[in-house]
């Protein structure tokens, strides 16, 4: 078991199979792109499907979310899920991708195992979405989810951010779409993981703002605390249901206290938190032919010293030195 000294126990697994991305998101990282990592630092498949085995079978994870980067850009990722389905007992699977790609891939990851996907769209409009990402692609991420929903990876869910200037008047736009196509959107507070470190509390897009954009055009219903659970997003019904639209507001509405959550990066360290400045290295473990249990134990030692927050809530905080795209979303 994954427990920390706050009693919260860690059951959901995020993996990041590359730091690498096909899109170049102005909230993510620069034009140019990053410093990618060497091939020799980033775990092999075999090696990942090892830590997954380790954390379902002797760890308690019950749910494996592969990130990146862009996880469609791994060559082995439909072989790791195909694995990963055969473990016993079998964790549920979810992606989390920008859906470049996944027209020729939805088909496949079903057939291996995938559960269902998480797809990054923050625009209706094409030529928002090339200003954004610097890419014309918005025509494939609109192929990708109708693949991924005809593929039975659902709920396939829309995670959207809003930003200043750009797509913050496209929060009831992207409602009526995403209701229209069954698709549940969830909004999601830009977080400071920006590698140039450009983020700026003033002047986001608050959950509250997005709440009030939404209730201009449709009526809102809170679904509930009890159904939320550990789930980061809080979650209303729309127009009474039963589509629903999600809001995980990091920033200004913290949910810290029950998070269940542990994170491998794509060079093998445990994060224990997505703002961790801390990482535990399990690769030098795998590579030295330390035993599962000597590696199970390294990562309950880990997770242990996670700290109570993530410190978004402290005006005085300093974003990790590591892009998201080496971290994992």
């Known amino acids: ?32 792109g990053l410093q990618w990592l060497a091939k020799p630092d980033l775990l092999t498949d075999d090696e990942i499907v090892r830590l997954v085995r380790i954390a379902v079978t002797q760890l308690g994870i019950t749910e494996v979310r592969f990130t ?9 990722l439909v072989g790791i899920v195909e694995r990963v389905a ?6 549920q699977m979810s992606l989390t991708t920008n859906g470049i790609g996944l027209k020729r891939t939805a088909a496949a990851l079903k057939q291996a ?14 030529d928002v979405f090339k200003t954004l990402t610097r890419r014309d692609r918005h025509k494939d991420v609109i192929a990708g989810l109708e693949a991924a929903s005809e593929a039975g990876l659902t709920p ?22 995403a209701v229209e196509h069954d698709y549940e959107l969830r909004f999601i507070e830009q977080m400071p993981l920006d590698a140039q470190h450009g983020w700026k509390r003033d002047g986001m897009i608050t959950a509250g703002d997005i709440l009030a954009s939404l209730r201009t055009r449709f009526d809102l219903t809170p679904e509930g605390s009890g159904e939320r659970g550990s789930a980061p997003a809080e979650r209303w019904l729309v127009d009474g249901g039963p589509q629903r639209v999600g809001v995980i507001a990091s920033v200004t509405r913290p949910f810290c206290s029950a998070c269940d959550r542990t994170r491998l990066t794509a060079d093998g360290q445990v994060r ?26 390294i990562w309950k030692l880990a997770m242990w010293g996670k700290k109570a927050g993530s410190g978004l809530d402290d005006p005085t905080f300093l974003q990790p030195e590591r892009p998201m795209s080496a971290i994992g979303g």
């Open 113 to 126: 195992g995938l559960d269902r996907v998480n797809v990054s769209l923050d625009t209706l409009r094409p």
């Open 272 to 297: 224990t938190c997505l703002f961790a400045s801390e990482e535990t290295d399990l690769r030098a473990a795998l590579r030295s032919d330390s035993g599962d249990d000597e590696i199970a134990r």
């Open 86 to 91: 055969q473990l016993e007992p079998r964790p």
């Open 156 to 177: 396939v869910k829309v995670n959207s951010v809003l930003m200043p200037g750009l797509n913050d008047d496209e929060a009831p736009e992207l409602l009526a779409w």
């Open 68 to 76: 990146g980067g862009e996880p469609l850009l791994r060559p082995g």
């Open 1 to 32: 078991m994954l427990i920390d000294t706050y009693g919260r126990v860690a059951t959901d697994l995020r993996v990041s199979l590359t730091d690498r991305c096909n899109l170049r998101c102005t909230y993510c990282m620069p034009e140019e």
